[in-house]
């Protein structure tokens, strides 16, 4: 690569999280880094995008980097279509989302803003990753995931990535010399066992509050579950091909 | 089955759609129906789920039919929780999304509210079924698709779907006799090209609607796309599982 690669840098917990901060210094050791990242929270926003509001999308400074920012007040896969067809001058050499507090491992690649801006950028034709911290807590430590993300970030700025496929990378909540390494999983199956917290609002009114446990219903050893549980860092390769193809053949036995 | 089939029906439209009431008349011919759809239109909220707010859900009676209708604050993916976990007393044997007023092919169905609730409905075990008219019409004619939704429902509700598994079920804008028939497909490999567009308020302050058109790489002649340009209902078989499995062996070889 002749110049610095383009790096567009995007999350989900909005552009002051201190995952994205950490994100964006790493970035900066690896190229020219333009921040493009939500004016607020979006967790739990899956692949939604704006259709029946505007966009508000400003120019910000934040620290004294020297990646350029922007604020955009809709979801995670808004900022890169922002990105990608308002902000750059070029199409990025890679996107990188996160760092994300908490876990996106298993069926939570489903609700995950944070991977719903790498599949945006995948579908718009650039390598993508997001990454994930196993650590909800602000004040997440996310020092020891920084060498993981540089290599990883570094792979696919060499190798690429096919076209249809980004990443999504796990990091367990340990500390460095605790961290094993990194396996290539697959996305364990598991759900969520819902659990709706029933309340009475100060006038009457009952409403709730969504919560739940993850149940993992998966055993294998291949998975991001028990590699995350076994402190490895997981990388799940994942597709925005949603067809079951094995099941063409039986849906076509259908008398319809 | 001895007893007559329970049907959980939801939408991304909004329980007063037109759509959604067409779902409606058709599935109480089938079964006894239970609804719980989002009380506002939801369109484009892709797998989104309200983790930072509280949900409402109340009983309702929008017409004189024989379901039993409850309407939700959140999002369709929400709909589906608050019935499984809290309105229902068992699992349903089938849920349906829809009639989605514009379509859900191709790469569309990441963006999808409909198919996020089939999605939803999948994960938890529950056959599941998005159906979406290409007509983006508030009063779209919703009649021709009638019989083809009957059907499919009923082939899902005799054969079951496997695990992991959801059908996204697509109808060409067409009457009734210009229909020609079913056809099974993968989803076409396309995108959206975006177009912003850039407005002033009358303050003064920028903002952006975000618009564009969809673009279809793909030539193949099994795709959901093809299907409904040449006069088919398409359906494809949609899995949850992300993971590109086929990709797992060449990530083994990068240097990590």
């Given at each position: 690569m002749q110049e610095k690669p383009l790096i567009l840098v995007t999350n989900d917990?909005?552009?002051?999280a201190p995952g994205i901060r950490s994100l964006i210094r790493i970035m900066n050791k690896i190229g020219d880094v333009v921040v493009v990242a939500p004016d607020s929270p979006q967790s739990g926003m899956g692949h939604a995008i704006t259709v029946d509001n505007v966009l508000h999308c400003n120019p910000i400074t934040?620290?004294?980097?020297p990646q350029i920012e922007y604020t955009c007040s809709g979801t995670p896969a808004d900022c890169v279509k922002m990105a990608v067809?308002?902000?750059?001058n070029r199409k990025p050499d890679i996107c990188v989302s996160g760092i994300n507090h908490g876990a996106n491992s298993s069926i939570n690649v489903i609700y995950s803003g944070t991977m719903s801006a790498a599949v945006e950028a995948g579908i718009e034709g650039i390598p993508a990753i997001g990454f994930s911290l196993?650590?909800?807590?602000?004040?997440?430590?996310f020092k020891p995931s920084e060498s993981f993300i540089e290599k990883i970030t570094l792979n696919v700025l060499l190798d690429g990535l096919p076209e249809g496929i980004v990443l999504n990378v796990n990091i367990p909540k340990l500390v460095k010399d605790k961290m094993k390494g990194i396996k290539i999983c697959r996305q364990a199956n598991g759900f969520w066992k819902e659990i709706f917290d029933k309340r009475k609002s100060p006038f009457g009114k009952e409403y709730y509050w969504l919560s739940g446990e993850f149940v993992n219903k998966d055993k294998g050893e291949d998975t991001d579950i028990w590699a995350l549980e076994n402190g490895y860092v997981s990388i799940v390769p994942v597709?925005?091909?949603?067809?079951?193809?094995?099941?063409i053949q039986k849906l076509n036995e259908w008398d319809l």
């Open positions: 917990d909005g552009i002051t934040i620290d004294d980097g067809n308002e902000i750059l196993l650590d909800f807590n602000y004040q997440a430590d597709q925005f091909d949603l067809t079951a193809h094995h099941m």
